[in-house]
């Protein structure tokens, strides 16, 4: 992803180093006549440019902000696992299917996984509030 963004800056800078006229803003032409745009034709290439790495910055921060949206929605799908998990452990003690050891460990490994889900959860959210 970010050798993309690289590649694309790389070639938004050739492009724009390409319309720079290559005599300079005030060049004649051969037939001694001068341009009347030729002081304009600068502040144009500027604004074009100034608009084109607007755009990329608006691209880049939303896919950024896909990406971070993604890995939020795994978490809470993660989470919820997790609490099933946790609910068919004790179906499990309850029914007598799973011995107390068995039940007690993998309750404390679920446990232990939750809290890590609701850890990255917690500074997914705090990072949210930070950049609205």
Same mark, same amino acid.
């Given at each position: 992803?970010?050798?993309?963004?690289?590649?694309?800056? !790389?070639?938004?800078?050739? +492009?724009?180093?390409?319309? &720079?006229?290559?005599?300079? #803003?005030? /060049?004649?032409?051969?037939? $001694?006549?001068?341009?009347?745009?030729?002081?304009?034709?600068?502040?144009?290439?500027?604004?074009?440019?100034?608009?084109?790495a607007?755009?990329?910055s608006?691209?880049?921060?939303t896919?950024?902000?896909?990406?971070?949206?993604r890995? !939020?929605?795994?978490?809470? +799908?993660?989470?919820?696992? &997790?609490?099933?998990?946790? #609910?068919? /452990?004790?179906?499990?003690? $309850?029914?007598?299917?799973?011995?107390?050891?068995?039940?007690?460990?993998?309750?404390?490994e679920?446990?232990?996984e939750?809290?890590?889900?609701?850890?990255?959860?917690?500074?997914?959210?705090?990072?949210?509030?930070?950049?609205?």
């Amino acid at each position: 992803m970010r050798l993309e963004a690289d590649g694309l800056m !790389r070639a938004l800078i050739a +492009a724009f180093l390409s319309l &720079i006229p290559a005599g300079g #803003a005030y /060049a004649q032409s051969p037939v $001694a006549r001068p341009n009347p745009m030729a002081p304009h034709t600068v502040f144009i290439i500027l604004i074009v440019g100034a608009f084109l790495a607007w755009a990329a910055s608006f691209s880049f921060h939303t896919m950024k902000e896909r990406s971070e949206k993604r890995g !939020r929605e795994a978490l809470l +799908a993660r989470r919820e696992s &997790i609490l099933d998990q946790l #609910a068919e /452990a004790e179906n499990g003690k $309850a029914s007598g299917a799973v011995s107390e050891e068995r039940f007690h460990r993998r309750t404390r490994e679920l446990r232990g996984e939750l809290a890590r889900v609701l850890e990255k959860l917690q500074s997914a959210s705090k990072r949210r509030r930070t950049h609205a």
